[in-house]
T-cell receptor
Framework: DAKTTQPPSMDCAEGRAANLPCNHSTISGNEYVYWYRQIHSQGPQYIIH???NNETNEMASLIITEDRKSSTLILPHATLRDTAVYYC??????????????FGKGTHLIIQP | GAVVSQHPSWVICKSGTSVKIECRSLDFQATTMFWYRQFPKQSLMLMAT?????????EQGVEKDKFLINHASLTLSTLTVTSAHPEDSSFYIC??????????FGPGTRLLVL
């Protein structure tokens, strides 16, 4: 079973910030939080990941709570092309083994024009 | 950077035939590659993990004799679906990981077995 809980769907207006929550209350100390998204009929696209600190890249920001039990992915200015299923996944990095990722059902984010 | 390709992007075959799918990391060396399968309206399910030069590790319920995985180089892994049947029709996706914590996914291969 997936170790994360996400809302099944969310709407966001184009141009606004999209904030996608994720709960991972059983995360262990060496597990990262990864975010991927999947646009229909394509392979998942890597967005961002973090361990303890907040992270930002050209696509998004990742806010991780201090206790690491939840996180929020922020798309600062959503566009129609951001409509996709967003997956929040916890997993170990290279130091912790070679496990594949366990995908849950994700959040279907729909950007409204 | 971190581009993963798959070939073919889609394939249609007759029941009983074998199909080979290639996964390549184009701009990095992938010490570990993963194979996933996704049925319609479902999430990705991990099938197997392969490390270059060693035998693949299969997830519970995945038949290793049916889904043959070869990871002969640091940039190429292949998945062969042997004696394919209609229930094997699915979206097969590979991912690759080098020396960072991140897996990068290929675009997927859609298999239809008639």
């Amino acid at each position: 079973d997936a170790k994360t809980t996400q809302p099944p769907s969310m709407d966001c207006a184009e141009g606004r910030a999209a904030n996608l929550p994720c709960n991972h209350s059983t995360i262990s100390g060496n597990e990262y939080v990864y975010w991927y998204r999947q646009i229909h009929s394509q392979g998942p696209q890597y967005i961002i990941h973090g361990l303890k600190n907040n992270e930002t890249n050209e696509m998004a920001s990742l806010i991780i709570t201090e206790d690491r039990k939840s996180s929020t992915l922020i798309l600062p200015h959503a566009t129609l092309r951001d409509t996709a299923v967003y997956y929040c996944i916890v997993g170990e990095g290279t130091g912790g083994g070679a496990d594949g990722l366990t995908f849950g059902k994700g959040t279907h984010l729909i950007i409204q024009p | 950077g971190a581009v993963v390709s798959q070939h073919p992007s889609w394939v249609i075959c007759k029941s009983g035939t074998s199909v080979k799918i290639e996964c390549r990391s184009l701009d990095f060396q992938a010490t570990t590659m993963f194979w996933y399968r996704q049925f319609p309206k479902q999430s990705l399910m991990l099938m197997a993990t392969s490390n270059e030069g060693s035998k693949a590790t299969y997830e519970q319920g995945v038949e290793k004799d049916k889904f043959l995985i070869n990871h002969a180089s640091l940039t190429l892994s292949t998945l062969t679906v042997t004696s394919a049947h209609p229930e094997d029709s699915s979206f097969y996706i590979c991912s690759a990981r080098g020396d960072t914590e991140t897996q990068y996914f290929g675009p997927g291969t859609r298999l239809l077995v008639l």
